[in-house]
C-alpha cells in the first residue's frame, strides 16, 4: 500500500474519513488544506464561515478546572495508547488476516482514536450550541494532542468548526468497530467504555456544573456504547467461529478503508508543515523480561507462573547449550491447560506464545484461538482442508484450542472429529518446529479426551492445572481492572464487594465465570456509576473517579448477604504486607494506611477475608 501521508491539520479531515466503518457508509468529507479557508464549489480557498454557534470568552468559576484539564489531557494519552496497543494486539494475534503493513493497520487504529476524540469532544462541547472560555482551553489541549499544533484565536475557531463538522458525519460504531468484532480486543471493551464516559464527563464539566442538555448528550453516549458494544459475546466459549467471520469482516474493513485516505498535495505539506511519514516498522517483539514481568501482573496462578518461569529457564539453558556445541534434551511444548471458564488460561496461552516468540523457539509466537468448530466441518470430505487452514494461520505460534475435549464425542461415533484429531495430530509432527498446540478444557473431560487417544497422550505430556480464584483473588482483580481505568473504592464499597465475591464464590458450580465473572460485573458497575453521576450539576474528578457501593450490584445475590454491612461486629482478615502477621479488622480499614502492630510497619490493606 503506498505510504499515507498527511500534514497534520489535513488529518482533521482524512483521520475522520473511514468511510465503511460505521453500520452505514456515510459520505467522507473533503481534506483541509488551510486551518483558514475551505474551498467552495470551483476549488477556490475561501475564508471558514461564521461558526453556527458562538465562542464564549467567558470562563465559569470552577475551582477544580485545573484537575478537569490534568485528567483530560491523561484520558487522550490514554485513549492514543489504548488505540495504538490495541492494534498492536490485532497485528500479532490475527496478522494472517491483515493484508498491510503491522505499522500501516497500527496507524489505522491511531486515526481512529483522533475521529473519536473529536467525536466526545465535539457532541458534548457543541450541544448547548456555544463554546466557553475553559472549553476552548480543552480544545487547544486536544488540538495539541492530535497535530501537535498550538492554536489560538481565529485558528482555534476555524478548527472547532471543522471538527465540529467532520465529527458530526462519523457514525459511533465506526469507533468502536475493532472492539466489537477483533476477538481479542473484546475483553478492552471495559476501558473503552470507561475513557469515553470519562472524557464526555470531563468536557461537561469544563464549566462547572452540567447543563441539563450536556447530561442528555453524555446519556447518548452511553446508550451508544451499551447498544454497539453489547450483541455479540464472541469471547463466550464454543464462539470461536462467530469471532472469526467477526474479525475478517473488521479486519477487511479497517484495511480497505486505508485506500479511501488521500495523500497529501504540494500545497497542503506547505500549509500545514512538513507531513508525517507512518513508520514501516513492525511492532517490537516483547522481551522475555518484558513476558515474564506480563506474566507476574496476572492475580493468582502461582503454580502456573512457576511452571511457566521453569519451562522458560529450561530452553534457555538448552539455547545456551546449543551455542556451545553441546548435545541437548527434546522436550515436547505442547500443553494441557485444564481448568473452569475465567481462569486465565488464555491469557496464559498467549504469555507462553509470547515467550517462544521473544526465545526464537517460535518466529513469531503469536495466538490463534479456536474450538471444535473452527476445525471440524459438518459434512464428508471438509474437515480435512478445514483443519490444515486453521493450522496454517498458527505456524510460528500457538494453536489453542477451548474446549479441546469436544472434538471428539463422548458417546457415539464421531468420524469427522477423529479426523480432525488425526490431522491435528500428523501436522504437529510434521511442523513440530513451527507449531505449538494448547488443549483446554474442563479438567475431568480433558483427562477423558486424553486417555481415549494414547496419540494425544503421548504427545501431551505436560499438565497445566487452573484453579478457581479465590474471594480475595477476585476482588485483586476487580481492583486491578478500578486502578487501569483510575477508579477509586472507598471502604464500604470494598466490604460491599468481598461479600458478594464471597457469596458468588460459595455458589459456584463448575460454569463459574472467574475472572470473565468479575469483568462483568466491573463493566456493569462503570453504567451503573454513569447513570448515577448524570444528574449531579456540580460533580467533581474525584466523584468522576469513584465507584459507590451503590454502583456494584451483584444479580441474584440475597439481600441478607449485604445486609451485613450495617453490623458492627463484621470483621475482615488482613495480612501485613511485610511480615505477614494477620489481623481482624473492621471494614473501615479497608483500603486505609494502617500499622501492623508486629512489625510496626505501615502498610494498606486493599482487601481481607470475610470472617
Given at each position: 500500500?503506498?505510504?499515507?501521508?498527511?500534514?497534520?491539520?489535513?488529518?482533521?479531515?482524512?483521520?475522520?474519513?473511514?468511510?465503511?466503518?460505521?453500520?452505514?457508509?456515510?459520505?467522507p468529507?473533503?481534506?483541509?488544506?488551510?486551518?483558514?479557508?475551505?474551498?467552495?464549489?470551483?476549488g477556490?480557498?475561501?475564508?471558514?464561515?461564521i461558526?453556527?454557534?458562538?465562542?464564549?470568552?467567558?470562563?465559569?468559576?470552577?475551582?477544580?478546572?485545573?484537575?478537569?484539564?490534568?485528567?483530560?489531557?491523561?484520558?487522550?494519552?490514554?485513549?492514543?495508547?489504548?488505540?495504538?496497543?490495541?492494534?498492536e494486539?490485532?497485528?500479532?494475534e490475527?496478522?494472517?488476516?491483515?493484508?498491510?503493513?503491522?505499522a500501516?493497520?497500527?496507524?489505522?487504529?491511531?486515526?481512529?482514536?483522533?475521529?473519536?476524540?473529536?467525536?466526545?469532544?465535539?457532541?458534548?462541547?457543541?450541544?448547548?450550541?456555544?463554546?466557553?472560555?475553559?472549553?476552548?482551553?480543552?480544545?487547544?489541549?486536544?488540538?495539541?494532542?492530535?497535530?501537535?499544533?498550538?492554536?489560538?484565536?481565529?485558528?482555534?475557531?476555524?478548527?472547532?468548526?471543522?471538527?465540529?463538522?467532520?465529527?458530526?458525519?462519523?457514525?459511533?460504531?465506526?469507533?468502536?468497530?475493532?472492539?466489537?468484532?477483533?476477538?481479542?480486543?473484546?475483553?478492552?471493551?471495559?476501558?473503552?467504555?470507561s475513557?469515553?464516559?470519562?472524557?464526555?464527563?470531563?468536557?461537561?464539566?469544563a464549566?462547572?456544573?452540567?447543563?441539563?442538555?450536556?447530561?442528555?448528550?453524555?446519556?447518548?453516549?452511553?446508550?451508544?456504547?451499551?447498544?454497539?458494544?453489547?450483541?455479540?459475546?464472541?469471547?463466550?466459549?464454543?464462539?470461536?467461529?462467530?469471532?472469526?467471520?467477526?474479525?475478517?469482516?473488521?479486519?477487511?474493513?479497517?484495511?480497505?478503508?486505508?485506500?479511501?485516505?488521500?495523500?497529501?498535495?504540494?500545497?497542503?505539506?506547505?500549509?500545514?508543515?512538513a507531513?508525517?511519514?507512518?513508520?514501516?516498522?513492525?511492532?517490537?517483539?516483547?522481551?522475555?523480561?518484558?513476558?515474564?514481568?506480563?506474566?507476574?501482573?496476572?492475580?493468582?496462578?502461582?503454580n502456573?507462573?512457576?511452571?511457566?518461569?521453569?519451562l522458560?529457564?529450561?530452553?534457555?539453558?538448552?539455547?545456551?547449550?546449543?551455542?556451545?556445541?553441546?548435545?541437548?534434551?527434546?522436550?515436547?511444548?505442547?500443553?494441557?491447560?485444564?481448568g473452569?471458564?475465567?481462569?486465565?488460561?488464555?491469557?496464559?496461552?498467549?504469555?507462553?506464545?509470547?515467550?517462544?516468540?521473544?526465545?526464537?523457539?517460535?518466529?513469531?509466537?503469536?495466538?490463534?484461538?479456536?474450538?471444535?468448530?473452527?476445525?471440524?466441518a459438518?459434512?464428508?470430505?471438509?474437515?480435512g482442508?478445514?483443519?490444515?487452514?486453521?493450522?496454517?494461520e498458527?505456524?510460528?505460534?500457538?494453536?489453542?484450542?477451548?474446549?479441546a475435549?469436544?472434538?471428539?464425542?463422548?458417546?457415539?461415533?464421531?468420524?469427522?472429529?477423529?479426523?480432525?484429531?488425526?490431522?491435528?495430530?500428523?501436522?504437529?509432527?510434521?511442523?513440530?518446529?513451527?507449531?505449538?498446540?494448547?488443549?483446554?478444557?474442563?479438567?475431568?473431560?480433558?483427562?477423558?479426551?486424553?486417555?481415549?487417544?494414547?496419540?494425544?497422550?503421548?504427545?501431551?505430556?505436560?499438565?497445566?492445572?487452573?484453579?478457581?480464584?479465590?474471594?480475595?483473588?477476585?476482588?485483586?482483580?476487580?481492583?486491578?481492572?478500578?486502578?487501569?481505568?483510575?477508579?477509586?473504592?472507598?471502604s464500604?464499597?470494598?466490604?460491599?464487594?468481598?461479600l458478594?465475591?464471597?457469596?458468588?464464590?460459595?455458589?459456584?458450580?463448575?460454569?463459574?465465570?472467574?475472572?470473565?465473572?468479575?469483568?462483568?460485573?466491573?463493566?456493569?458497575?462503570?453504567?451503573?456509576?454513569?447513570?448515577?453521576?448524570?444528574?449531579?450539576?456540580?460533580?467533581?474528578?474525584?466523584?468522576?473517579?469513584?465507584?459507590?457501593?451503590?454502583?456494584?450490584?451483584?444479580e441474584?445475590?440475597?439481600?441478607?448477604?449485604?445486609?451485613?454491612?450495617?453490623?458492627?461486629?463484621?470483621?475482615?482478615?488482613?495480612?501485613?504486607?511485610?511480615?505477614?502477621?494477620?489481623?481482624?479488622?473492621?471494614?473501615k480499614?479497608l483500603?486505609?494506611?494502617?500499622?501492623?502492630?508486629?512489625?510496626?510497619?505501615?502498610?494498606?490493606?486493599?482487601?481481607?477475608?470475610?470472617i
Open positions: 500500500m503506498k505510504i499515507i501521508e498527511k500534514t497534520r491539520l489535513e488529518g482533521l479531515a482524512t483521520r475522520s474519513k473511514l468511510k465503511g466503518f460505521g453500520r452505514k457508509n456515510w459520505d468529507p473533503e481534506p483541509i488544506q488551510n486551518p483558514k479557508c475551505v474551498q467552495n464549489r470551483m477556490t480557498q475561501v475564508p471558514f464561515p461558526p453556527r454557534f458562538p465562542l464564549d470568552n467567558r470562563s465559569m468559576p470552577t475551582d477544580d478546572f485545573p484537575n478537569i484539564l490534568a485528567q483530560f489531557r491523561q484520558s487522550l494519552v490514554e485513549c492514543r495508547d489504548l488505540y495504538r496497543s490495541s492494534g494486539i490485532a497485528v500479532r490475527q496478522g494472517h488476516r491483515i493484508k498491510h503493513t503491522p500501516e493497520f497500527v496507524q489505522l487504529m491511531d486515526n481512529l482514536h483522533q475521529a473519536l476524540l473529536m467525536k466526545v469532544f465535539v457532541t458534548v462541547g457543541q450541544c448547548d450550541r456555544a463554546f466557553s472560555k475553559n472549553e476552548q482551553t480543552l480544545a487547544e489541549a486536544l488540538i495539541q494532542h492530535l497535530w501537535q499544533l498550538q492554536l489560538a484565536g481565529d485558528d482555534l475557531r476555524a478548527v472547532i468548526v471543522e471538527m465540529a463538522d467532520k465529527a458530526m458525519k462519523l457514525k459511533w460504531y465506526a469507533l468502536f468497530r475493532p472492539f466489537d468484532e477483533i476477538a481479542p480486543l473484546r475483553n478492552r471493551v471495559g476501558e473503552l467504555e475513557l469515553v464516559v470519562r472524557l464526555a464527563n470531563l468536557v461537561a464539566r464549566d462547572g456544573a452540567m447543563k441539563p442538555v450536556e447530561s442528555a448528550s453524555i446519556k447518548s453516549i452511553q446508550e451508544e456504547l451499551h447498544r454497539q458494544l453489547r450483541p455479540i459475546p464472541i469471547d463466550e466459549p464454543a464462539e470461536h467461529a462467530a469471532a472469526d467471520q467477526a474479525t475478517e469482516k473488521a479486519v477487511e474493513i479497517i484495511t480497505q478503508a486505508a485506500d479511501k485516505l488521500p495523500t497529501c498535495s504540494g500545497e497542503s505539506a506547505s500549509a500545514g508543515g507531513p508525517s511519514k507512518a513508520s514501516t516498522a513492525a511492532p517490537a517483539q516483547p522481551t522475555l523480561a518484558e513476558t515474564l514481568a506480563e506474566l507476574d501482573q496476572l492475580i493468582g496462578l502461582a502456573v507462573k512457576a511452571e511457566v518461569r521453569t522458560a529457564n529450561f530452553l534457555k539453558v538448552q539455547a545456551q547449550r546449543t551455542a556451545a556445541g553441546l548435545p541437548t534434551t527434546p522436550l515436547s511444548l505442547h500443553m494441557v491447560f485444564g473452569n471458564p475465567g481462569t486465565g488460561k488464555t491469557s496464559v496461552a498467549r504469555i507462553v506464545g509470547k515467550v517462544f516468540g521473544s526465545m526464537g523457539v517460535l518466529k513469531r509466537g503469536h495466538l490463534v484461538e479456536t474450538d471444535r468448530s473452527g476445525l471440524v459438518e459434512y464428508a470430505g471438509q474437515t482442508p478445514k483443519s490444515h487452514k486453521k493450522i496454517d498458527a505456524l510460528d505460534g500457538v494453536l489453542f484450542i477451548d474446549e475435549y469436544t472434538l471428539i464425542h463422548a458417546e457415539g461415533d464421531d468420524p469427522y472429529g477423529h479426523e480432525a484429531v488425526q490431522t491435528l495430530l500428523k501436522r504437529m509432527e510434521d511442523d513440530r518446529n513451527r507449531l505449538v498446540v494448547i488443549l483446554a478444557g474442563y479438567p475431568a473431560e480433558m483427562e477423558a479426551l486424553l486417555e481415549s487417544n494414547p496419540g494425544l497422550l503421548s504427545r501431551f505430556s505436560r499438565h497445566l492445572d487452573f484453579p478457581d480464584y479465590t474471594p480475595l483473588e477476585l476482588a485483586c482483580i476487580f481492583a486491578q481492572m478500578c486502578t487501569k481505568n483510575h477508579y477509586r473504592l472507598d464500604i464499597t470494598r466490604a460491599k464487594i468481598m458478594g465475591l464471597t457469596w458468588m464464590h460459595a455458589e459456584r458450580d463448575e460454569h463459574f465465570g472467574n475472572g470473565r465473572a468479575v469483568r462483568n460485573l466491573f463493566e456493569h458497575a462503570l453504567r451503573r456509576q454513569a447513570n448515577r453521576i448524570a444528574e449531579i450539576t456540580r460533580l467533581s474528578v474525584e466523584q468522576l473517579s469513584t465507584l459507590d457501593a451503590a454502583d456494584v450490584e451483584f441474584d445475590c440475597p439481600a441478607e448477604v449485604h445486609a451485613r454491612l450495617a453490623d458492627e461486629s463484621l470483621r475482615f482478615k488482613i495480612t501485613c504486607s511485610h511480615c505477614t502477621h494477620e489481623k481482624d479488622v473492621p471494614q480499614f483500603g486505609a494506611t494502617v500499622r501492623c502492630p508486629k512489625c510496626k510497619k505501615e502498610f494498606t490493606p486493599e482487601w481481607g477475608a470475610c
